[in-house]
């Protein structure tokens, strides 16, 4: 029974860690001068930053999906 309250209070401070990286990161490439996106194993875009979208001119679910390709 222990065991079980130690690993769910693991779980718990692992996922709030996540939150709190994610949220950094989403700070920190939304307020980035330059042009951000990310990509997915397959190379298909999982995020662009508002850079990507005032240079652009389009909405993240225009780019969201698309690969490169290859």
């Known amino acids: 029974m222990t ?3 130690a690993m769910a209070r ?3 401070e692992a996922t ?3 939150r709190e990286s994610e949220s950094r990161f989403r700070n920190m490439a939304e307020n980035s001068p330059v042009i951000l996106w990310m990509t997915d194993q ?3 875009v ?3 930053n508002r850079r990507w979208t005032e240079f652009t001119g389009q909405a ?3 780019a969201s999906g698309h ?3 290859t």
């Open 3 to 5: 065991a079980n309250l």
């Open 10 to 12: 693991l779980r718990r």
């Open 16 to 18: 709030r860690e996540l």
């Open 42 to 44: 397959k190379s298909e």
């Open 46 to 48: 999982v995020y662009v």
């Open 60 to 62: 993240v679910e225009a």
């Open 67 to 69: 690969g490169s390709g």
